[in-house]
């Protein structure tokens, strides 16, 4: 995480978990759409594919301030919002997202909300995603081999849009052959070797 003396870089608290629900991959679904497809202009119907039923989706949310509710008139009633310290209700609101598709073993449709991308969480969800693999990668049969040394890795590839090779290769990604295009735009095939 890079370090900053304005008080915005303040890294907001978060949750980061596997989406297992339908509302939550649906929340991952709707957060790929507003950046991929709103934002940066990409075909909506390239966004939702074949890998998603077979995928393992993150889901980073943010606790906000819940608005009152009319069942919020007696404080007795239990909500299923949680409340801060001060007693302020709280909703969980669905701020980025990264999925792993374990056939191919590949990081892919990493996506943050634009008001949240100058906090680090791209590193959140990714390393994230590195850990799950850790912790995960005998039970779920992912594509375990062994390194040179005799290590057992995963390796892990990601299609990396030009313009953010950068923040791959800090996360320890490497770039492996030439530039091509997917979906009208230029990226670059990058691995990382996971050792769990």
């Known amino acids: 995480m890079a370090s900053s003396s304005n008080a915005d870089k303040i890294r907001p608290p978060f949750t980061l978990k596997l989406a ?3 509302d939550e991959i649906e929340a991952c679904y709707d957060i ?14 390239c966004e ?14 943010t606790p906000i301030p819940s608005p009152p509710s009319e069942q919020s008139i007696n404080p007795s009633t ?4 949680s409340e801060t ?12 997202t990264i ?26 969800l990714v390393d994230g995603m590195h850990e799950w693999i850790k912790q995960n990668a005998l039970n779920e049969k992912l594509n ?5 040394e005799g290590k057992q890795v995963v390796k892990v590839k990601c299609h990396s849009q030009i313009p953010v ?12 052959g030439s530039e091509f295009d997917e979906d009208g735009a230029p990226h670059q095939l990058m691995v990382k070797y996971i050792e769990i």
């Open 48 to 61: 939702i594919d074949e890998y998603d039923p077979i995928a393992f989706h993150f889901l980073l949310t």
């Open 20 to 22: 297992q629900t339908k």
């Open 85 to 96: 310290g001060e007693g302020q209700q709280t909703t969980e609101k669905a701020i980025g």
């Open 144 to 148: 375990v081999t062994d390194d040179k």
């Open 165 to 176: 090779i950068p923040f791959y290769a800090r996360l320890g990604y490497v770039s492996e």
């Open 99 to 124: 999925r792993y598709v374990p056939t191919l073993s590949k990081l892919t449709r990493l996506a943050i909300h634009k008001e949240y991308r100058k906090y680090g969480f791209g590193r959140v």
């Open 78 to 81: 239990t909500s299923s919002s």
């Open 32 to 45: 790929r759409i507003e950046v991929f497809s709103v934002e940066q202009g990409f075909p909506l119907d």
